[in-house]
T-cell receptor, first 115, second 115 residues
Framework: GAVVSQHPSWVICKSGTSVKIECRSLDFQATTMFWYRQFPKQSLMLMATSNEGSKATYEQGVEKDKFLINHASLTLSTLTVTSAHPEDSSFYIC???????????FGPGTRLLVL | AQKVTQAQTEISVVEKEDVTLDCVYETRDTTYYLFWYKQPPSGELVFLIRRNSFDEQNEISGRYSWNFQKSTSSFNFTITASQVVDSAVYFCALEHTGGGNKLTFGTGTQLKVEL
């Protein structure tokens, strides 16, 4: 099956710093990438959808200036959490979908802890 | 609006018991897809099945089986002869093709299989 990677898998940072998370599709071209957030013992909530070469579309309630998404190539999307605060601590998961693929493929997730 | 309901928050069974995880969905789309994912403690989502709304045939894969009932908007998942390794959180999800292929996840069911 298709492989999607995320880096880093774990990140601990101080409050006020920015953190960048990478999502890569390793064996297919991802025309669309999705970013999800999952708090402990809760479901996955879609944060935003990004299409290669265009601006991301954010879900209601997600601050686009805080969660910067860049999808500059067909294999890479990045999520930057700017000025992170403890309430941003969460599990961030990306997924990727190719033009001719019928489903999304999920990355392994990134655990962010903001102290 | 799309909605997925997994009424069972947590289920505990003894190994070798059969267990059914319920999923009820709401959508106005005529074409949609239903999914089941497994999320072990590591956090990585494991894809289990994808079902087209026009295909109501039940499916069996080893110890797993799925019952799709369009009339009751349900897509239940049964594990036969459960094993400890089946312990995980299981998510049902709905993809609405008219909504940019976004996935709406249920709240998940924590399955604990004990010896």
């Amino acid at each position: 099956g298709a492989v999607v990677s995320q880096h880093p898998s774990w990140v601990i940072c101080k409050s006020g710093t920015s953190v960048k998370i990478e999502c890569r599709s390793l064996d297919f071209q991802a025309t669309t990438m999705f970013w999800y957030r999952q708090f402990p013992k809760q479901s996955l909530m879609l944060m935003a959808t990004s299409n290669e070469g265009s601006k991301a579309t954010y879900e209601q309630g997600v601050e686009k200036d805080k969660f910067l998404i860049n999808h500059a190539s067909l294999t890479l999307s990045t999520l930057t959490v700017t000025s992170a605060h403890p309430e941003d601590s969460s599990f961030y998961i990306c997924s990727a979908r190719g033009q001719h693929r019928e489903t999304q493929y999920f990355g392994p997730g990134t655990r962010l802890l903001v102290l | 609006a799309q909605k997925v309901t997994q009424a069972q928050t947590e289920i505990s069974v003894v190994e070798k018991e059969d267990v059914t995880l319920d999923c009820v969905y709401e959508t106005r789309d005529t074409t949609y897809y239903l999914f089941w994912y497994k999320q072990p403690p590591s956090g990585e989502l494991v894809f289990l099945i994808r079902r087209n709304s026009f295909d109501e045939q039940n499916e069996i894969s080893g110890r797993y089986s799925w019952n799709f009932q369009k009339s009751t908007s349900s897509f239940n998942f049964t594990i036969t002869a459960s094993q400890v390794v089946d312990s995980a959180v299981y998510f049902c999800a709905l993809e609405h093709t008219g909504g940019g292929n976004k996935l709406t996840f249920g709240t998940g069911t924590q399955l604990k299989v004990e010896l």
